[in-house]
């Protein structure tokens, strides 16, 4: 069977740094140059359109401002490829794409109108890619004037050019369906995504993935641990992927109608080659998080360490495969966290819509530590990509 539900994510909160958050210093042996560059759209005070924020991340995760930046884009959710930064053009009528060119600089190329692909309803929310970059997805807003769903693109390699290949439906909002970007394995095969609605309506989404990016609904098998004494039900509220078969977990203890005002547990779950999911994580091996509502969640690329921020902050466990993680580090921060990212060099990236800040930590299974210079002012920060300076595509 497969349980039913769907996050309220709060932004809410002034909050305050976390002194004396470093351990001991983080030995490097990379040599100097770029990392990665990073994106954020931005809304300026008093303005009535956003910018796109453009920085060079150096080894130590020290950021620099890159030449032109920022970029006159009213963009809103953004997705990289390697090669191109995909943007949905904040009139809702297009998805954007700009080509990456030498020093992180973006130019705009060309833009899709993805709602000629829907009977002319909804709205596109959140933009993500496969594992290769080659397919782009978009998570709609009542795509077939009912229910929440995905878009799926294919992506011309050298222009970014989009070409349109299906749809498959997520359920309706407001009842537990789809309103997050999927979280797709390791092999590229199976895409999930966890939803909440108050702890009434909660559902696991599953889909498989075919050659050309369309998705179908997976009819997998799972059961979520046994909740500890005094709830009826793990509430699965978040998912992401390690670079192999495996999926971390927020698991959020629960006597629906209504949430527990309990802390949520991190767990990690098991996707086999058929999709059916498992688990060997229990209530009395799960570590709590100190983040009280999680609005995002991602695995590092090496799959040992796992992020979680939202409403209370970031915090960051060890990530060990199919078997329960085990806490790390305190809060980072307690301002509440939107949207985080990894690059390829143990570095992590996160904006804070409340504090219209961005964040940047170097963390190693080892040490942790705030880099040079973050965090870093940015006005109301809306959404953000990563692009590691050796592309992602050929």
């Not at 990392?35 to 453009?54: F, G, K, M, R």
């Not at 943007?87 to 993805?114: E, K």
């Not at 092999?187 to 369309?214: D, H, I, K, P, W």
Request: hydrophobic share 35%; charged share 10%.
């Amino acid at each position: 069977m497969i349980c039913k539900f769907r996050l309220a994510v709060c932004l809410s909160a002034a909050l305050v740094a976390l002194p004396g958050l470093a351990q001991e210093p983080i030995a490097s042996n990379e040599s100097a140059g770029t990392v990665a560059y990073i994106y954020v759209t931005s809304l300026p005070a008093n303005a009535s359109t956003t910018e796109i924020d453009a920085y060079s991340a150096a080894p130590d995760g020290q950021l620099t401002p890159l030449t032109n930046s920022p970029f006159e884009y009213d963009e809103g959710a953004l997705a990289a490829d390697g090669r191109h930064l995909f943007a949905i053009n904040r009139s809702d009528t297009d998805i954007d794409t700009l080509s990456i060119g030498r020093g992180g600089v973006i130019d705009y190329v060309t833009s899709t109108d993805w709602a000629q692909f829907t009977d002319n309803c909804g709205s596109p929310e959140w933009l993500f890619t496969d594992r290769t970059g080659r397919d782009l997805y978009d998570m709609i807003f009542d795509g077939d004037c009912a229910n929440n769903g995905f878009q799926a693109f294919g992506v011309e390699g050298g222009s970014g050019a989009l070409g349109y290949v299906g749809y498959a439906n997520g359920g309706a909002g407001s009842f537990g369906g789809a309103n997050l970007p999927l979280t797709i394995t390791g092999n590229n095969r199976f895409a999930f995504e966890a939803t909440n609605n108050s702890c009434m309506y909660y559902e696991l989404l599953g889909y498989q993935r075919a050659a050309n990016g369309v998705l179908s609904e997976l009819n997998s098998t799972w059961t979520p641990p046994a909740p500890p004494s005094g709830y009826r039900i793990y509430i699965t509220e978040f998912l992401a992927a390690d670079p192999t078969n495996h999926l971390a977990a927020v698991f959020q203890p629960a006597n629906p109608p209504g949430c527990s005002n309990v802390n949520a547990q991190v767990g990690s779950i098991t996707v086999d080659n058929k999709g059916n999911l498992s688990t060997t994580s229990t209530s009395a091996n799960m570590p709590a998080t100190q983040v009280t509502f999680p609005s995002d969640m991602k695995v590092s690329p090496s799959g040992r360490l796992v992020a979680i921020g939202g409403q209370g902050g970031l915090q960051v466990f060890h990530f060990n495969g199919g078997n329960p993680p085990t806490a790390y580090t305190p809060l980072l921060t307690t301002d509440t966290i939107s949207q985080m990212f990894w690059d390829n060099d143990n570095h992590l990236y996160a904006i804070s819509q409340a504090s219209g800040t961005l964040f940047v930590f170097t963390v190693t299974p080892e040490s942790y530590a705030a880099a040079p210079g973050s965090p870093y002012t940015v006005s109301a920060p809306q959404s953000i990509a990563i692009e590691p300076e050796t592309p992602l595509l050929p």
